[in-house]
């Protein structure tokens, strides 16, 4: 047996303050009173510190140079680490430059017990505690579009055309005038605290309601003219897509950084959890011939399938280096899209070739900086684009071959939303926000902005536009307030 080893008078010493250490801590009963404590700040080292306990300063280490140390009294409480937000900035498509995100939208998020699963609508409502009513309306107005379709339909078939089937379809021409549109002030209401990233019309052409998500997770519904407004949080993090079925207006999808895609289903009164993803979510689609899939950005560049009838991913493709921002159909050809992207371009696709090994885009346009939307025109024969380099971009021809440059928004500021020009209710003019608060309308024949929409009413700057499908001079402006304006037609 090997003797044992002498302890020098310093390890004797430290051995006697460890015995004598244990034994205060079992007469304190500190060990069971740190169990029972379950919030983590409380710790077993901050029990001794509130104990007054200095008995750690008794060990007879080597003298050294002392510093004062300056202890704050208050503790600062732990801040719970998000469970949605988890991503680097690589990860999610962000880089540092303004170009590669929108800068003004945050993607933090408060910490949720509630960030997966299904949540009940009376749950996720915020502000009135009864939602009874605004449901009720949701499903009488989803039941009176199955009646108008079911009528329009027969008339069809008895040999009556009807003029008015084709707006929202992609008409060539309208009989807009531009002049005739106004703001009136009983059009304006705030749908949202924050900043508003996504508004949509319902595509209902007995109703005039709008669905408006903000940056903290809210999404809020309007009826236009109407003061009450109904606020829901069904997530916790940027709306980035709003998707309202037009086969059944009770229910809509609705996509979110934290990676989390829901249907708000009316009639059953919840907001179901569909796909949720370890990268964020920064559009939603879907074509109007094609209600069972729907068609989403994922994490940085990737365009995601999904598959209602099999609940999975039916494809999944990285399409750009860095994220896509918008992903708009071809009316004319639903096979054929467009895609928007941070790195500065914005290509057109055939899905027919997406499950391929090595996917090929069938044209692509360079800007100098991110690109933050691409929309085709309503007959599908133009592409427009909008950059954070200050740019609207027209393509058109037969093969997107000709390009029209227009500048716009030189005073590009870091402090609103970046715009996105939407086609109006023909191939002949683009609406788009601009810094002074005002509507630019952008003519694609005569390729400049030809007027701007203005109001006395108007009090913020309108970042996100939506048209209304059925209503020819309805257009909706959202703002970084949570303001929406509508402007309509005389």
């Known amino acids: 047996m090997a003797p044992q080893k002498k302890l020098t008078e310093y390890e004797r010493m430290r051995l006697e303050n460890i015995r004598r250490n244990d034994e205060m801590m079992a007469a304190l009963k500190l060990h069971s009173k740190a169990i029972q404590l379950k919030r983590p700040r409380y710790s077993l080292i901050s029990l001794l510190i509130q104990l007054n306990l200095t008995f750690f300063l ?208 009316a009639e059953k009164e919840i907001f179901d959890l569909v796909f949720e993803s370890d990268e964020s979510i920064y559009t939603l689609s879907q074509p109007t011939n094609e209600a069972n899939c729907l068609y989403f950005s994922e994490g940085s560049g990737g365009l995601t399938i999904w598959d209602n009838r099999i609940g999975k991913r039916s494809s999944h493709q990285v399409l750009h280096k860095r994220r896509i921002n918008t992903i708009d159909f071809n009316c004319e050809n639903p096979r054929i899209i467009a895609t928007s992207s941070s790195d500065g371009t914005v290509c057109t696709w055939d899905l027919r070739y997406t499950d391929a090994d090595k996917v090929t885009a069938l044209r692509k346009f360079t800007h100098e900086r991110g690109v933050q939307s691409a929309y085709f025109s309503p007959s ?4 427009a684009t909008t950059s954070v380099d200050a740019t609207i971009v027209i393509y058109s021809g037969v093969n997107l071959e000709d390009a029209a440059v227009i500048y716009h928004n030189k005073q590009n500021s870091t402090l609103v939303s970046t715009f996105r020009a939407k086609w109006g209710w023909d191939d002949l003019y683009l609406f788009v926000g601009n810094t002074k608060r005002g509507v630019d309308v952008v003519s694609a024949v005569e390729r400049k902005t030809v007027m701007t929409l203005e109001s006395p009413h108007l009090s913020a700057i309108q970042s996100r536009l939506d048209t209304h499908s059925y209503e020819i001079g309805m257009l909706a402006g959202a703002t970084m307030g949570g303001q929406v304006y509508i402007w309509t037609s005389r």
């Open 58 to 265: 008794q060990f007879p280490f080597p003298r050294v140079s002392t510093k004062a140390y300056s202890v704050k009294s208050e503790n600062k409480p732990k801040i719970q680490t998000p469970i949605v937000i988890r991503r680097s900035l690589r990860t999610r498509g962000l880089g540092p430059r303004g170009d590669s995100v929108d800068s003004t939208i945050s993607t933090e998020t408060e910490p949720s017990h509630e960030s997966f699963g299904p949540i009940s609508m009376a749950d996720a409502r915020e502000g009135t505690p009864s939602d009874a009513s605004f449901v009720q309306s949701l499903i009488a107005i989803a039941q009176m579009e199955v009646q108008a379709s079911r009528e329009k339909l027969g008339r069809t078939k008895g040999g009556t055309f009807l003029n008015d089937a084709c707006v929202g379809e992609g008409k060539k021409e309208s009989s807009l005038r531009l002049e005739s549109l106004y703001l009136d002030p009983q059009n304006v209401a705030r749908v949202v605290p924050g900043r508003i990233t996504d508004v949509r019309f319902f595509p209902s052409g007995n109703v005039k309601m709008i669905a408006a998500g903000n940056n903290v997770g809210n999404v809020g519904f309007w009826n236009v003219g109407k003061s009450q407004v109904h606020l829901y949080r069904p997530h916790h993090a940027p709306i980035s897509g709003i998707l309202i079925q037009p086969h059944c207006l009770s229910k809509m999808y609705t996509s979110c950084y934290d990676g989390i895609l829901r249907l708000m289903d």
């Open 380 to 383: 599908g024969c133009s592409l």
